[in-house]
């Protein structure tokens, strides 16, 4: 049995929500907290009124909106994703997955549907992380991963306390932020945010898990000499030693997983002077593929070719390990959900593992939890050339909206 | 005929300066128009107006000490250096040299001695360039290499207008900041700021001239996508291809000339988040050797290595050429009058080309030029670290006296 989103419908709600802080080139710069985020929930609660759902807002701002189940026992089906954006980010990322759990509820009300397990939808407080640290925040404080009371002292780059600008803009809610009731199951639509999907001409993504990560900073400690007088061979230059390890860096992900990916996304170097040999030097690596093992043979690749770059240069080195996450396997319930949904309607799909976050790691480790990709154009989000066509969205929305239906009736 | 400076006397000189500004740690922090520099024109001044040299101060700060020979027609013999250092720098630099020259009138005043040729010793204004930019600046004016107003106008890190610190320490004299006279010669005495002697075994260096320089920077353009889902071989990344030129930076040297050295000091890279692909990444070479066509060909091997690096990873460049200073070859004359005052001294010396650039580089356009290094163990310099026994600043000093009483003698 499966259900039919308004396609027409769908589209002119995502220009809708696509018009409060669009930008002027057709992007969507609604940062968290922001009077775009404020105005943005105005409508969404609107909308979930008029569907009729029991709205509701938590201490963190995260907005629910739930529809009654045949039985009111059974765990709640919770579908939704995030409304705010990167600064000059793209109108798809994760709004589209809130939309289409709004459209999944329209089209339930319009038919008449009653489905056994309660159906609940969600607006997940600051997942970007661009204005307040850290990203997937609302998901995290509701799943227990981060204390309330530290991320409410979170400040931004002008100083500004989240807990102040959650209640200026008049979304610190009175109910705790934690789960209220027993949820069944978690489905969330986003863009891929990569190219796997368009490469291989698929058009809906079924993800089976999110990719793992360590991050963490390498520093080494030279001598800051003349650049003039001091010959080669007595120089520990501490950025010739990182950019060997940055160029190892590059060439990791051939040696190990076939979707492992390494970066170094950022380099401070000391004095940074045009003639003087630069004494310390620290940047990072990020490294993440689906398997821990592979992740931490590559972190360990890592650490050995700055030993051997520092060796080589002659300067101390140093390391420093800041996030580690293991990749998420989702649950075979809601895999086989998306899975069915996108056979029954006929999509060109693939299975996919996600190389970016979501609110869906936090929601994993509560619930079975699943996700559904639409494509992304060239790979391209967080930027206003983020792209994906209204036919891709609808087949993406109506997929989710399917799997949730089939997770809702079981 | 040779002088002998009286060593006790000299030693005793170098210390009185090196309280001037002194640091806890054995250094000198004596900035340029700080207060600690106009102690040291103070002492300065005391110590040549007790030689009875007729003292004038240029509208640059630049300060001499004028001392007559038999024949007023003659072309005067200029010697000296500058008493500035960087911050926390060491005793020797350039204090020793302007030490050394106020030796030489001492001796020769102590003896009785007329020359044939006047002297003149001075104490150049900001030969550092850390506090106001551009290096040798008095040296600079009074070579006509730049303008006075825009000199004037130079501002430090705090705001300070040049011009305004000048006549605030009371040093901004009434003499025009250019030659007054005709001059035969420059002579300067120097710490080597490199290895070179001591792996020699040398006592003194016969200064032959100064290694040009080409300086510029590397902009790569890539784009800036998510560290996650982008996978390796869909991304630009600006920052891969900078560290694949800086190794090869690196490496210049080791295929051109013996002296050939090439540096990065320098390296900014946007937007500069650890889980983003760098964009933006600029930095720049430091390519020196005494022989211009090394240069330039060493240049064009970083460009193309830049060529590479942007087909590689797929990103656009650009380049910007900021600075070229041609390699200096000092006048015969003043290299004769170094080697043989070592030689008669018995001292053990060797011809070296200086790494570094000195006031004697703007001299070098008006008159004949020449230099005496000092050894620098382990080649430091601007740091408290650098350190030339007594035994060796003497006889760098003596030869610097003997080498400017030969040339105003001839």
Known sequence: MSIDVDRER??????????IGGTEDGGLYRLTLSEEDKRIREWFTTQMEEENLDVT????????GYREGRNPDAGTVLVGSHLDSQPYGGIYDGAMGVVAALELVRTLNEENIETERPIEIVNWTNEEGSRFQ????????WAGEHALDEQYAQTDAEGNVFEEELERIGYKGSVPAEPQKEYDSYLELHIEQGPYLAEHDAEVGIVTGIVGFTWGAITFCGEADHSGPTPMHYRSDALVAAADVITQIRRIPGTFGERTVGTTGYIDAKPNSINIIPEEVTFTWDIRDPDP????AARERVLTEAEYASEREGVDWEYEDRMWTDPVHFADKCVGAVAGATDRLGYDSMRIFSGAGHDATHMHKLMDTGMVFSVSENGKSHSEKEYTSWADCYKAANTLANAAFELATE
């Open 57 to 64: 807002v938590d201490e963190f701002g995260n907005m629910f």
């Open 293 to 296: 093992d592979i992740i931490e």
């Open 10 to 19: 769908f589209v002119e709600t995502m220009k809708e929500q696509a018009d």
């Open 134 to 141: 850290p990203a997937m925040q609302g998901s995290g404080v």
